[in-house]
Structure formats: structure tokens, C-alpha cells
């Protein structure tokens, strides 16, 4: 059994009311009750937090290398663009995490097609709406599960 968590960035807590046609209808509660379901289902715990402030994320990754979390689906949102600092923890506690975006995000605007995280992630999911989580979720358990 593994232990995974879900990180969510600034604005994902209006998911279902925000721009939908970008960012779909379901409500972040939505996929994360999905997600927990499928997680317990194969014999995984996973939690997530969902944080508008920068520190806070930070403080959740260090406390997840406490925790014992092996690894991490990461929606950085707007951070993505912008957070040294979250790279930074994501790069001290050594724990693989896949980034993971409800948009496409080489698509749009050119201050958007930047990732501080990409480059240092398992792998990049992004353009499937809520479905990207599950896409990141499925490509961890297949780690931890080989086929």
C-alpha cells in the first residue's frame, strides 16, 4: 500500500463554477472523491490538500517527507509559472510526483506555457480536465504496480 497526496494550488477550490469550458464542470471535491475511491479500491491511501498560499504548499511537502507520502500529484495552478520555492521542496524531500494540469497548458497563453516543475517530475499530464488526476493516479499505481 502506498500513501499519496494530492496538492492543489491557488483558485482550484472554485473547479466547477471557474472558466468551465477550460477547466470543466466538476468541482475539485468531485475529483478527489473519485480519486480516493480508485486510490482505496487498489489498496492505496490518498489524501489532498487544496492551498491558495504559496507557504502553505511548501509546508504540505515538507510534512508529507514526515509522513511517510511516497508520492505526490501536484496541480501547482497559477504556481506553476511562478514558485522557486515549491520546486525547492519538491526537490528536498526527494519524493516523485507527477504534475498534473486541467488545461493544455502549451496551448495557451505564453506566460502559461512555462513549468518550474516539468522538467523534474515523473511525467506531465495536462488538457484532460478532472480527468488528468486520474491519468497521473493510474501512471502511479502502474510504478507501483508493473504490469
Known sequence: MARILVLNGPNLNLLGSREPGQYGHRSLEEIMEELMR?????????????ENSEGTLVEA??????????YIIINP??????????????????????????SAISAREPF???????????GVISGFQGESYMLALQAIINQIEPQ
Do not use: N, W
Open 112 to 122: 502559461r506555457q512555462f513549468s518550474y516543475f516539468s522538467d523534474i517530475a515523473m
Open 77 to 102: 495552478a497559477a504556481y506553476t509559472h511562478t514558485s522557486i520555492a515549491i520546486r525547492d521542496a519538491l526537490l528536498g524531500v526527494r519524493i516523485p510526483f507527477v504534475e498534473v494540469h486541467l
Open 38 to 50: 480508485f486510490a482505496g479500491a487498489c489498496g492505496h491511501d490518498l489524501y489532498h490538500i487544496q
Open 61 to 70: 511537502v515538507h510534512k508529507a517527507a514526515v509522513e511517510g507520502v511516497e
